[in-house]
């Protein structure tokens, strides 16, 4: 079945370790979206891709980055700088940047220990 | 500025009955796209239902309506008979053009809990 995948579903990081969320869709979708939730918040845009090879800051991207060679695949690096990183992340895709409505994975929960 | 603003930060209704989940917006775009989304306690966001800013009817799926006020800038999601499922976080979202790019704003969400 077509869909988006988002792995780990739970991940555990040490003080100043960078780490990496996947997320894959086989959706054939041209956009793609990593958001950022926090306990009782709505979700908040960190980064988000219209094509293959560019990619554009959202709302609150400092201390994250991320990559897009490929049309299936988003990932999400949380990086040493981000000062609070323990949240629930949800990746997300639409047909294209200009409309429709956009199809979640099930998130990753990460936690810094 | 633009911006998505859910009041209620929690809900409660009886099952099967309507409740009604406010939304209000704020855009000085003419064309946009107007989203409510459910998430459960596993965490994933389901689709509910979508109104186009050019959209004459409000648009129903199911058992979920939207009221689309375009005058008030409202976009309530009304749950018809409400069932022990429907117990989750509801969001309203809006897509909007922002930097040269399309993207979606999130309200905070309400909590909706339905009680037998």
């Known amino acids: 079945d077509g869909g988006i995948t988002q792995s780990p579903k739970y991940l555990f990081r040490k003080e100043g370790q960078n780490v990496t969320l996947s997320c894959e869709q086989n959706?054939?979708?041209?956009?793609m979206y990593w958001y950022r939730q926090d306990p009782g918040q709505g979700l908040r845009l960190i980064y988000y891709s219209q094509i293959v090879n560019d990619f554009q800051k959202g709302d609150i991207a400092e201390g994250y980055s991320v990559s897009r060679e490929k049309k299936e695949s988003f990932p999400l690096t949380v990086t040493s700088a981000q000062k609070n990183p323990t949240a629930f992340y949800l990746c997300a895709s639409s047909m294209s940047g200009t409309g429709g409505e956009l199809f979640f994975g099930e998130g990753s929960r990460l936690t810094v220990l | 500025a633009q911006k998505i603003t859910q009041t209620q930060p929690g809900m409660f209704v009886q099952e099967k009955e309507a409740v009604t989940l406010d939304c209000t917006y704020d855009?000085?775009?003419?064309?946009?796209?107007l989203f409510w989304y459910k998430q459960p306690s596993s965490g994933e966001m389901i689709f509910l239902i979508y109104q186009g800013s050019y959209d004459q009817q409000n648009a129903t799926e199911g058992r979920y309506s939207l009221n689309f006020q375009k005058a008030r800038k409202s976009a309530n999601l009304v749950i018809s008979a409400s069932q022990l499922g429907d117990s989750a976080m509801y969001f309203c979202a809006m897509r909007a053009f922002s930097g040269g790019y399309n993207k979606l704003i999130f309200g905070a969400g309400t909590r909706l809990a339905v009680h037998p």
């Open positions: 959706l054939n979708h041209d956009a």
């Open positions: 855009t000085s775009d003419p064309s946009y796209g």
